[in-house]
C-alpha cells in the first residue's frame, strides 16, 4: 500500500499592491493605473509657479516669502520623486515576499531573505541619499519646514521619515531567514504598512504643494 506525505496547506497567497499613485510623475513610469491624487497636476504646479517666481520681481519682505516658498516646493519636488522611489523596491520586497511564501525549500527560502534584507536596506540608502532638501522631509534627519506667509502666519509641512527603521517604514530583517511562514506573513504585514506610510506622506505633501504653488501665483499676479 502506498504510503502517502500530509503537507500543509499553504496560506493564501496575498494580492500584489497597487501600483503607485505617483506613477508618472516625472513621465518615467506607465500611468495607465488610475491616481488617486492628481500628481501630475503638481508637477506642473510647481514648475509654472517656480518660474513664475523667477520673473516676479517685488519689495524684499516679498522676495524673502517666494524664496522660502520656492525651497518648500523644491523640498516637496524631491521628497515625492524619492518616495516614488522608495516605493518601487517595497514592491520588489513584496515579490520576494510572495515568492517565500509559494516555497517550502529552505534552501530557497534563505536566498529570498536575503534578497528581501538587500532590498530593506537599499530603502534606507534611497532615503539618506535624497538631496538635502528632500532628505529633510524624508530622512533620518528629517524636520519641519516652516514658511512665512506674513505678518504672525505661516505654513508648516510635516515630515514623514521613510527608511526602514522603526522610527520610519519599520521593516525587520528577516532574523529567521524566513524558515517559517510566520516571519514571511509578518513581513507582508510590514510592507502593507510601509505602502500605506509612503501614499500617506505622498498625499500630504502633494497638498502642501497645491497650497503653496497658489499662494506663490497669487504673489507673482499681484507683483505683476
Avoid at 42 to 62: E, F, N
Avoid at 85 to 112: C, F, G, K, M, P
Avoid at 122 to 146: H, P, S, W, Y
Amino acid at each position: 500500500m502506498p504510503v502517502t506525505t500530509a503537507t500543509q496547506p499553504r496560506a493564501p497567497q496575498r494580492a500584489k499592491p497597487r501600483r503607485s499613485p505617483l506613477a508618472g510623475w516625472f513621465g518615467r513610469k506607465d500611468e495607465s493605473a488610475s491616481l488617486d491624487i492628481s500628481a501630475l497636476d503638481v508637477s506642473a504646479g510647481v514648475t509654472r509657479a517656480l518660474r513664475l517666481a523667477a520673473r516676479a520681481q517685488g519689495s524684499q519682505a516679498a522676495d524673502a516669502q517666494r524664496a522660502q516658498i520656492n525651497d518648500a516646493l523644491n523640498a516637496i519636488e524631491t521628497a515625492l520623486y524619492t518616495i516614488d522611489r522608495i516605493r518601487d523596491v517595497i514592491e520588489q520586497a513584496y515579490d520576494v515576499a510572495l515568492s517565500a511564501q509559494e516555497t517550502a525549500d529552505a534552501a530557497a527560502r534563505a536566498l529570498l531573505a536575503e534578497s528581501y534584507d538587500d532590498l530593506r536596506l537599499e530603502i534606507t540608502r534611497i532615503a539618506e541619499e535624497a538631496t538635502e532638501n528632500g532628505a529633510t522631509l524624508v530622512g533620518r534627519e528629517k524636520r519641519q519646514i516652516d514658511v512665512r506667509l506674513g505678518g504672525q502666519m505661516q505654513y508648516s509641512i510635516t515630515p514623514t521619515r521613510l527608511d526602514a527603521s522603526n522610527k520610519g517604514l519599520n521593516l525587520s530583517p528577516p532574523h529567521n531567514a524566513f524558515v517559517g511562514d510566520e516571519e514571511v506573513e509578518a513581513a507582508l504585514s510590514e510592507l502593507d504598512n510601509a505602502l500605506q506610510r509612503a501614499d500617506r506622506a505622498a498625499i500630504s505633501y502633494c497638498r502642501d504643494a497645491r497650497f503653496l504653488i497658489a499662494r506663490l501665483e497669487l504673489q507673482s499676479r499681484l507683483s505683476a
